[in-house]
């Protein structure tokens, strides 16, 4: 994925398996269809904003985390996320130097 200077880059994900059929997964498609549109991504933002964000700072909603890697083991976390032997995000710690 890649944006322009200055520019926005949005990513909605689901896990595999289906957790999405018929009508709801081409309700899906339809509206990550119109992402491209500045308006349009513009009001996901603020919808995420009014109605999720406050249940992530109440920790209400938190991430799963597969596992954490430290930097220099990216190919194995490339590998991992390829292979799909993950669930849930698999995180790159940078350490400070």
Do not use: I, N
């Not at 595999?16 to 997964?25: A, F, I, K, S, T």
């Not at 339809?30 to 109440?58: C, F, M, T, Y």
């Amino acid at each position: 994925m890649a944006a322009t200077v200055s520019g926005r880059v949005g990513t909605v994900g689901r896990a595999p398996g289906g957790l999405l059929v018929g009508d709801e997964q081409q309700h899906l498609a339809d509206v990550l269809a119109g992402l491209d549109d500045p308006v349009r991504l513009g009001d996901v933002v603020e919808a995420v904003l009014a109605g999720v964000w406050p249940a992530v700072e109440a920790g209400e909603v938190r991430p799963v985390v597969d596992r954490v890697l430290p930097l220099d083991d990216v190919a194995e976390a490339h590998r991992v996320v390829e292979a799909s032997e993950h669930v849930g995000k698999v995180l790159l710690l940078v350490a400070d130097e």
